[in-house]
């Protein structure tokens, strides 16, 4: 069984390094998650199979997943909101407790004016009151929020490349 370190790329410690044609492999796939194997082959120089374990490898080793990203307000959740939280304690109980919420969609550890930033997708705003008072204020260690809610989208995009 062939490692990624036989093409190119090399794992040290934590972080994966990744060579050029991987990095153009995910570039490509960035632009187009359903972009065929064999057209991706053909940007980067590989076969359709080579391209395959590539990205097989790629997607088993953490460093990229393949998603369908949709518009919430589209699947009828219409309200969307970035909220900051102080936290008194430990940050981490905060941040797991958060994660397990099925509104939440993503948290963060910050450094700033906010210990923890949420983005929550609710169906209402009584759904984003109920989230906040009876369940993100209930959490131990949570001493503050300040929520920030999404009037409109103007850009959203997961084409930042790789470096």
Known sequence: MSSMADHGDHTTGRHTHLDEVSKAIIAQLQQDGRRAYAKIGQAVGLSEAAVRQRVQ??????????????????LGF???????????????????????MDEIEYVVITAGGFDILVEAVCESDEHLLSVLSSRIRAIPGVRGTETFVYLKLKKQTYSWGVR
């Open 57 to 74: 490898r790629l997607i088993d080793s953490g460093v990229m997943q393949i998603v369908a990203v949709t518009d919430p307000m589209e």
């Open 78 to 100: 219409a309200r969307q909101a970035m909220i900051g939280l102080t936290v008194e304690g430990q940050l981490e109980p905060v941040a797991d407790a958060l994660a397990e």
